[in-house]
Protein backbone atom coordinates (compact mmCIF):
# COMPACT_ATOMS: atom_id res chain seq x y z
CA UNK A 1 0.00 0.00 0.00
CA UNK A 2 1.29 2.76 -1.48
CA UNK A 3 -0.78 5.37 1.06
CA UNK A 4 -2.31 6.96 -2.32
CA UNK A 5 -6.21 7.19 -2.20
CA UNK A 6 -7.80 6.86 -4.84
CA UNK A 7 -11.86 7.65 -5.79
CA UNK A 8 -13.98 5.60 -7.15
CA UNK A 9 -12.05 2.45 -8.24
CA UNK A 10 -14.17 1.86 -11.23
CA UNK A 11 -16.47 4.39 -12.76
CA UNK A 12 -18.73 3.77 -16.20
CA UNK A 13 -20.40 6.69 -17.88
CA UNK A 14 -21.88 7.52 -21.24
CA UNK A 15 -20.34 9.83 -23.76
CA UNK A 16 -20.58 13.56 -23.52
CA UNK A 17 -20.68 13.42 -19.10
CA UNK A 18 -18.68 14.70 -17.21
CA UNK A 19 -16.71 12.98 -13.87
CA UNK A 20 -14.35 13.68 -11.41
CA UNK A 21 -11.84 11.79 -9.87
CA UNK A 22 -10.44 12.56 -6.31
CA UNK A 23 -6.87 11.70 -5.04
CA UNK A 24 -5.51 11.50 -1.89
CA UNK A 25 -1.86 12.30 -1.34
CA UNK A 26 0.34 10.61 1.15
CA UNK A 27 0.54 11.81 4.40
CA UNK A 28 3.14 14.97 3.87
CA UNK A 29 3.35 14.99 0.12
CA UNK A 30 3.30 18.41 -0.99
CA UNK A 31 3.19 17.32 -4.96
CA UNK A 32 0.30 15.59 -6.91
CA UNK A 33 0.78 14.25 -10.17
CA UNK A 34 -1.91 12.55 -12.68
CA UNK A 35 -1.54 9.81 -15.52
CA UNK A 36 -3.22 8.37 -17.64
CA UNK A 37 -2.96 4.75 -19.27
CA UNK A 38 -4.50 3.45 -21.93
CA UNK A 39 -3.38 0.49 -24.84
CA UNK A 40 -2.82 2.21 -27.48
CA UNK A 41 -1.07 5.63 -25.70
CA UNK A 42 1.05 3.42 -22.62
CA UNK A 43 1.53 5.39 -19.38
CA UNK A 44 1.29 9.47 -20.26
CA UNK A 45 1.97 12.00 -17.86
CA UNK A 46 -1.23 14.76 -17.76
CA UNK A 47 -0.73 17.23 -15.08
CA UNK A 48 1.46 18.04 -11.45
CA UNK A 49 0.18 20.17 -8.82
CA UNK A 50 2.42 21.36 -6.20
CA UNK A 51 0.73 22.77 -2.57
CA UNK A 52 -2.03 23.98 -4.40
CA UNK A 53 -0.33 25.06 -7.83
CA UNK A 54 0.35 24.11 -11.09
CA UNK A 55 3.78 23.16 -11.67
CA UNK A 56 3.99 20.85 -14.89
CA UNK A 57 1.62 20.51 -17.56
CA UNK A 58 1.88 16.95 -20.33
CA UNK A 59 -0.20 15.84 -22.81
CA UNK A 60 -3.70 16.91 -20.77
CA UNK A 61 -6.75 17.23 -23.06
CA UNK A 62 -8.07 20.76 -22.46
CA UNK A 63 -11.65 18.74 -22.11
CA UNK A 64 -9.84 17.79 -18.77
CA UNK A 65 -8.84 19.74 -16.09
CA UNK A 66 -7.71 19.51 -12.41
CA UNK A 67 -7.14 21.27 -9.22
CA UNK A 68 -5.40 20.61 -5.67
CA UNK A 69 -6.84 21.62 -2.65
CA UNK A 70 -5.72 23.31 0.60
CA UNK A 71 -5.97 20.40 2.14
CA UNK A 72 -3.45 18.74 -1.02
CA UNK A 73 -6.45 16.31 -2.14
CA UNK A 74 -6.98 16.53 -6.00
CA UNK A 75 -9.33 16.21 -8.53
CA UNK A 76 -8.88 15.40 -12.15
CA UNK A 77 -12.17 16.66 -14.23
CA UNK A 78 -12.75 15.24 -17.26
CA UNK A 79 -15.74 16.21 -19.05
CA UNK A 80 -17.25 16.06 -22.65
CA UNK A 81 -16.23 12.88 -22.43
CA UNK A 82 -15.62 10.25 -25.74
CA UNK A 83 -14.79 6.41 -26.38
CA UNK A 84 -11.64 7.13 -26.79
CA UNK A 85 -11.20 8.60 -22.68
CA UNK A 86 -11.72 5.29 -21.35
CA UNK A 87 -8.69 4.49 -19.27
CA UNK A 88 -6.46 3.92 -15.96
CA UNK A 89 -6.43 7.08 -14.44
CA UNK A 90 -3.71 7.01 -11.13
CA UNK A 91 -2.51 9.95 -9.50
CA UNK A 92 1.30 9.79 -7.41
CA UNK A 93 2.29 11.78 -4.93
CA UNK A 94 5.69 12.77 -3.74
CA UNK A 95 7.17 14.81 -1.12
CA UNK A 96 8.34 17.74 -3.46
CA UNK A 97 10.02 17.00 -6.86
CA UNK A 98 13.09 17.21 -8.24
CA UNK A 99 13.79 13.43 -8.35
CA UNK A 100 11.66 12.90 -5.53
CA UNK A 101 10.06 9.29 -5.63
CA UNK A 102 6.34 9.32 -7.02
CA UNK A 103 3.97 6.66 -5.26
CA UNK A 104 1.06 5.75 -7.08
CA UNK A 105 -2.30 5.49 -5.99
CA UNK A 106 -4.27 1.73 -7.12
CA UNK A 107 -5.66 4.00 -9.84
CA UNK A 108 -9.76 4.89 -11.28
CA UNK A 109 -10.88 2.87 -14.44
CA UNK A 110 -13.12 4.70 -16.43
CA UNK A 111 -15.35 2.92 -18.68
CA UNK A 112 -17.06 5.59 -21.21
CA UNK A 113 -19.83 4.09 -23.45
CA UNK B 1 11.56 11.32 -30.18
CA UNK B 2 10.74 8.57 -27.68
CA UNK B 3 12.62 9.29 -24.32
CA UNK B 4 12.88 5.86 -23.01
CA UNK B 5 12.64 2.65 -24.65
CA UNK B 6 11.72 -0.82 -23.54
CA UNK B 7 12.83 -3.17 -26.43
CA UNK B 8 10.83 -6.50 -25.29
CA UNK B 9 7.49 -6.55 -25.14
CA UNK B 10 7.92 -9.72 -22.85
CA UNK B 11 10.56 -11.35 -21.43
CA UNK B 12 10.46 -15.36 -20.32
CA UNK B 13 12.55 -16.58 -17.51
CA UNK B 14 12.56 -20.12 -15.32
CA UNK B 15 12.13 -19.90 -11.80
CA UNK B 16 15.95 -19.54 -9.77
CA UNK B 17 17.55 -18.50 -12.86
CA UNK B 18 18.60 -14.60 -13.29
CA UNK B 19 16.39 -11.78 -15.06
CA UNK B 20 16.95 -8.98 -17.06
CA UNK B 21 14.88 -6.40 -17.96
CA UNK B 22 16.28 -4.10 -20.61
CA UNK B 23 15.99 0.04 -20.66
CA UNK B 24 17.45 2.36 -22.90
CA UNK B 25 17.06 6.19 -22.99
CA UNK B 26 18.00 9.09 -25.31
CA UNK B 27 17.62 12.38 -23.44
CA UNK B 28 20.86 14.49 -22.82
CA UNK B 29 21.73 15.63 -19.55
CA UNK B 30 21.59 13.38 -16.70
CA UNK B 31 18.38 12.08 -16.73
CA UNK B 32 16.79 10.29 -13.34
CA UNK B 33 15.78 6.70 -13.94
CA UNK B 34 13.23 5.00 -12.23
CA UNK B 35 11.83 1.08 -12.39
CA UNK B 36 8.00 0.55 -11.76
CA UNK B 37 6.18 -2.59 -11.64
CA UNK B 38 2.37 -3.33 -12.20
CA UNK B 39 0.59 -6.15 -10.57
CA UNK B 40 -2.43 -7.18 -12.67
CA UNK B 41 -5.46 -4.54 -11.03
CA UNK B 42 -3.23 -2.94 -8.76
CA UNK B 43 -1.10 0.23 -9.11
CA UNK B 44 2.46 0.99 -10.18
CA UNK B 45 4.96 0.07 -7.72
CA UNK B 46 8.31 1.64 -6.86
CA UNK B 47 11.32 -0.29 -7.50
CA UNK B 48 14.34 1.64 -7.61
CA UNK B 49 15.82 4.51 -8.98
CA UNK B 50 18.76 6.13 -10.02
CA UNK B 51 19.85 10.13 -9.16
CA UNK B 52 23.36 9.95 -9.59
CA UNK B 53 26.76 8.16 -7.30
CA UNK B 54 26.93 4.45 -7.81
CA UNK B 55 26.16 2.66 -11.10
CA UNK B 56 24.61 -0.28 -9.32
CA UNK B 57 21.49 0.27 -7.94
CA UNK B 58 19.78 -1.91 -5.30
CA UNK B 59 15.63 -1.83 -4.70
CA UNK B 60 12.60 -4.12 -3.30
CA UNK B 61 12.23 -7.80 -3.60
CA UNK B 62 15.60 -8.41 -4.50
CA UNK B 63 15.74 -6.36 -7.70
CA UNK B 64 18.94 -3.61 -8.98
CA UNK B 65 19.29 -1.88 -11.48
CA UNK B 66 22.57 -0.78 -13.61
CA UNK B 67 23.01 2.53 -14.99
CA UNK B 68 25.48 2.90 -18.16
CA UNK B 69 26.47 6.31 -19.04
CA UNK B 70 27.92 5.08 -22.47
CA UNK B 71 25.15 2.33 -23.74
CA UNK B 72 22.47 4.82 -22.37
CA UNK B 73 20.67 2.01 -20.32
CA UNK B 74 19.29 1.27 -16.95
CA UNK B 75 18.69 -2.61 -17.14
CA UNK B 76 17.02 -4.31 -14.41
CA UNK B 77 18.24 -7.42 -13.21
CA UNK B 78 17.41 -10.47 -10.61
CA UNK B 79 19.68 -12.97 -9.49
CA UNK B 80 16.71 -15.44 -9.16
CA UNK B 81 13.24 -15.12 -10.37
CA UNK B 82 10.79 -16.16 -8.27
CA UNK B 83 7.16 -17.00 -9.62
CA UNK B 84 5.35 -13.92 -7.68
CA UNK B 85 8.16 -11.50 -9.89
CA UNK B 86 5.68 -12.42 -12.78
CA UNK B 87 4.21 -8.57 -13.50
CA UNK B 88 4.57 -5.88 -15.74
CA UNK B 89 7.49 -3.51 -15.57
CA UNK B 90 7.87 0.18 -16.83
CA UNK B 91 11.06 1.84 -16.82
CA UNK B 92 10.93 5.83 -16.65
CA UNK B 93 12.76 8.61 -16.98
CA UNK B 94 12.64 12.25 -15.34
CA UNK B 95 13.59 14.68 -18.20
CA UNK B 96 16.13 17.51 -16.71
CA UNK B 97 14.15 17.16 -13.53
CA UNK B 98 11.27 18.08 -14.49
CA UNK B 99 8.77 15.84 -12.39
CA UNK B 100 7.63 14.71 -15.58
CA UNK B 101 7.91 11.21 -15.07
CA UNK B 102 8.41 9.59 -19.22
CA UNK B 103 7.31 6.03 -19.25
CA UNK B 104 8.45 3.10 -21.36
CA UNK B 105 6.03 0.76 -23.12
CA UNK B 106 6.47 -1.73 -20.47
CA UNK B 107 8.14 -5.31 -20.37
CA UNK B 108 5.53 -8.48 -19.42
CA UNK B 109 8.08 -10.58 -17.23
CA UNK B 110 6.85 -14.22 -16.83
CA UNK B 111 8.66 -16.50 -14.25
CA UNK B 112 7.32 -20.04 -15.01
CA UNK B 113 7.70 -22.77 -12.87
Known amino acids: DSGVTQTPKHLITATGQRVTLRCSPRSGDLSVYWYQQSLDQGLQFLIQYYNGEERAKGNILERFSAQQFPDLHSELNLSSLELGDSALYFC????????????FGPGTRLLVL | AQSVAQPEDQVNVAEGNPLTVKCTYSVSGNPYLFWYVQYPNRGLQFLLKYITGDNLVKGSYGFEAEFNKSQTSFHLKKPSALVSDSALYFCAVDRYNTDKLIFGTGTRLQVFP
Open chain 1, 92 to 103: ASSVDGGGETQY
